[in-house]
């Protein structure tokens, strides 16, 4: 797709994460064959190239995709806003989702999420990140785009559950976590259908995450580095 075009970004719900795991980490982690060199990122945003680990010939495998679905089916990406979130209820339903559900589910690599609390003019930014350090693998949809002019893309959107009772004092939603044991399921799409799948995603683990309360920076998409989740305060959620 011509990166000249405006693109707009729907984002009601998850709009930023990282992923600071070293690749070698990652690779296990997912049971990755091989892997690209990449370095740490702690503010990734809608519109930025992702890492998704999907289904390829030789088993799972790592692709960078944008971040922000396009359907299709549409014509003109311009005319659309790119849909960062998927609600998780509704995506067998929705025209937008229901084709990726059946046919191209994938794994967001993380090392936690963000989300914003309070009202506006006093919004507090969080990071939520497994008690154990290490990764986790937020569920998601991938798309491939094909313009009449032979431009192309691919794009993501990740799939969204009601919050658990961490992350409910926060915000109402948060993205599905998968369980390694779900995996292997979750990509392999051969099957035509989402009826399986969809029995995969479940609520996340209360234990699983921990709420640490950081500073504003984490806002500016222009900002990147450790200095980003270090804690305001020292306290938790």
């Known amino acids: 797709?011509?990166?000249?075009?405006?693109?707009?970004?729907?984002?009601?719900?998850?709009?930023r994460y990282n992923l600071t795991s070293p690749p070698d980490v990652v690779r296990a982690f997912f049971g990755l064959a091989t892997i690209e060199a990449f370095p740490p990122r702690y503010n990734?945003?809608?519109?930025?190239?992702?890492?998704?680990?999907?289904?390829?010939?030789?088993?799972?495998?790592?692709?960078l995709v944008r971040w922000g679905l396009v359907p299709s089916w549409v014509k003109d990406p311009r005319k659309l806003?790119?849909?960062?979130?998927?609600?998780?209820?509704?995506?067998?339903?929705?025209?937008?989702?229901?084709?990726?559900?059946?046919?191209?589910?994938?794994?967001?690599?993380?090392?936690?999420?963000?989300?914003?609390?309070?009202?506006?003019?006093?919004?507090v930014p969080w990071l939520l990140k497994p008690r154990r350090a290490g990764p986790i693998a937020l569920a998601g949809l991938w798309e491939h785009w094909l313009g009449a002019d032979g431009s192309?893309?691919?794009?993501?959107?990740i799939l969204t559950i009601p919050a658990n009772p961490t992350v409910a004092p926060i915000h109402d939603r948060m993205p599905a976590v998968l369980p390694r044991e779900h995996f292997g399921s979750w990509l392999d799409c051969r099957s035509g259908s989402s009826v399986e799948a969809v029995r995969l995603i479940d609520s996340v683990p209360d234990d699983l995450l921990e709420a640490v309360e950081i500073g504003p920076?984490?806002?500016d998409v222009r900002r990147e580095g450790p200095d980003l989740v270090r804690p305001a305060r020292p306290r938790l959620l």
């Open 81 to 123: 806003s790119a849909l960062i979130n998927a609600r998780f209820e509704t995506a067998a339903e929705k025209p937008a989702f229901r084709g990726a559900l059946r046919h191209r589910r994938c794994i967001v690599p993380a090392d936690g999420f963000y989300e914003w609390s309070g009202s506006r003019g006093r919004r």
């Open 1 to 15: 797709m011509d990166n000249a075009r405006p693109i707009r970004f729907h984002s009601p719900m998850c709009s």
């Open 217 to 219: 920076e984490i806002g």
């Open 44 to 63: 990734i945003a809608p519109g930025q190239p992702v890492a998704i680990v999907r289904h390829g010939r030789n088993g799972a495998e790592m692709r």
């Open 152 to 157: 192309e893309v691919e794009t993501m959107a």
